[in-house]
């Protein structure tokens, strides 16, 4: 099956410009999410999605941060001005959800894009 | 913020060797996942083991939780230079859907 797709790659651009940043998951995974992992770091949620609706943007910095996730299926982040310190990787993931009937727990296995690495100068 | 912290920060070993590393986390957990990134690509999932699991196998990867003490080790035997990658843990927490990633630690595996 394909993997998490996400573009651009790279971008580089400067500050108090916008950026969007573009995620198409595995087929059939409802929940979506976007990652920010800064060098040396590891990933920290920004947002998570079932299916077409943010359940948890807690940690979304929302003066100028935003995301959607029409459809249910595609996703979009977007940064609106850019700062220095928002260089980082974009990271999305998906994962398709199954409770484990014997224990009742919650298994989450998530699928990574290769990310999207954004320079700010 | 970042619940685990994996140990040691980095690690380098010669080909054939095993690789240990380990990783705390504060809060209890519902699973604890294990997580590979080569070097400016995604991450890769590994192993998961659940709260009332001690010790897990996946191939040359063997996970150990200790829910007493807050932390699980990764070991990998017979290590390759392609295991040469960023090893993060992650939890997620009791009653939480979120998953919190570690540091990570970064293996260095020299042929």
């Known amino acids: 099956e394909a993997g998490v797709v996400q573009s651009p790659r790279y971008k580089i651009i400067e500050k108090k410009q916008p950026v969007a940043f573009w995620c198409n998951p595995i087929?059939?995974?409802?929940?979506l999410y976007w990652y920010r992992q800064n060098l040396g770091q590891g990933p920290e949620l920004l947002i998570r999605?079932?299916?077409?609706?943010?359940?948890?943007d807690s940690q979304l910095p929302k003066d100028r941060f935003s995301a959607e996730r029409l459809k249910g299926v595609d996703s979009t982040l977007k940064i609106q001005p850019a700062e220095l310190g928002d260089s980082a990787v974009y990271l999305c993931a998906s994962s398709s959800y199954l409770r484990d009937r014997g224990t009742q727990t919650l298994l989450d296995e998530q699928y990574f894009g290769p990310g999207t690495r954004l320079t700010v100068t | 913020s970042q619940q685990g912290e994996e140990d040691p920060q980095a690690l380098s070993i010669q080909e054939g060797e095993n690789a240990t590393m380990n990783c705390s986390y504060k809060t209890s957990i519902n699973n604890l996942q294990w997580y590979r990134q080569n070097s400016g690509r995604g991450l890769v999932h590994l192993i998961l083991i659940r709260s009332n699991e001690r010790e897990k196998h996946s191939g040359r990867l063997r996970v150990t939780l200790d829910t007493s003490k807050k932390s699980s080790s990764l070991l990998i035997t017979a290590s390759r230079a392609a295991d040469t990658a960023s090893y993060f843990c992650?939890?997620?927490?009791?009653?939480?859907?979120?998953?919190?990633f570690g540091k990570g630690t970064k293996l260095s595996v020299i042929p």
């Open positions: 992650a939890t997620r927490g009791a009653g939480s859907y979120q998953l919190t």
């Open positions: 087929s059939g995974h409802n929940t």
């Open positions: 999605y079932e299916n077409e609706e943010a359940v948890d």
